[in-house]
């Protein structure tokens, strides 16, 4: 897909003239990225006081704090363009995500939390790389503050999957991989959807779902093998995946 960009990296700012398609896009997207920082501030959050290891406590106390940091910021910046954060939860786009999420968080056990923390977040970095080069430059400015603090979550979850690994055997990690590969594969959504030229054109991603699909794929496969795991394969190697 080609796509011609309109406006380069960080080239708007808040009392830049905006177009009404510009800025319900950019409100759109902001809402979503502040939802997705909650859920992820309230999974870690639940874990902190179920986990016995101190080093593995302290480290989910701050992941769960950096992430409800990312989430104020970013109702910050929608503040600064006028909309209420009481607003934010009717201006998000539907996904699929959240309500799977809200039924699975009650269930999770903490092999899905450190699958999660290696898989989730790492699809998570792969998004807001492209939101580092927003046309928007205070979001441009968030999102590579943001990238700098998760970097190291991936390496967090795959410390646990070692131990894991080590604990409860090879076989039941592979398995629970599987289920996590799967949700990760479908979190960036269909190859192109009808928003994807707009999204590109005004500069607030860029690239396709797709191709950031393929980057996780990339950057995790390599990854998966130092586990001594298998990149698993699904009955279904195209979105939806299953």
């Not at 977040?121 to 792969?126: G, K, L």
């Not at 590579?144 to 039941?172: S, T, V, Y």
């Not at 190859?191 to 590109?200: A, Q």
């Amino acid at each position: 897909m080609t796509s011609i960009r309109e406006y380069p990296p960080a080239s708007v700012f808040p009392d830049s003239p905006m177009t009404a398609e510009y800025r319900a896009t950019l409100i759109k997207l902001l809402a979503d990225q502040a939802r997705a920082e909650l859920v992820a501030a309230h999974v870690y959050a639940s874990w902190v006081r179920r986990v016995p290891d101190p080093d593995t406590k302290r480290y989910l106390a701050a992941i769960a704090q950096e992430e409800t940091e990312h989430w104020y910021k970013a109702l910050e910046l929608l503040i600064e363009l006028g909309v209420d954060p009481r607003a934010a939860r009717r201006l998000r786009t539907r996904s699929w995500f959240y309500p799977v999420t809200r039924m699975l968080v009650p269930r999770l056990t903490w092999l899905d939390v450190a699958v999660g923390a290696f898989l989730i977040d790492a699809a998570a970095y792969v998004l807001v790389e492209d939101f580092a080069q927003s046309s928007y430059a205070p979001w441009a400015e968030l999102a590579q503050d943001i990238l700098k603090e998760e970097e190291g979550h991936p390496e967090f979850g795959m410390r646990c999957l070692e131990r894991l690994i080590c604990d409860r055997g090879r076989a039941r990690v592979q398995r629970r991989l599987v289920r996590w590969w799967r949700i990760s594969m479908n979190l960036f959504g269909p190859p192109v959807t009808r928003n994807t030229e707009r999204y590109i054109r005004l500069g607030l991603k860029v690239r396709t779902n797709e191709d950031r699909r393929a980057a996780f794929r990339a950057a995790m496969a390599p990854r998966i093998a130092e586990l001594g795991l298998d990149v698993p394969r699904l009955y279904r190697e195209r979105y939806p995946f299953v």
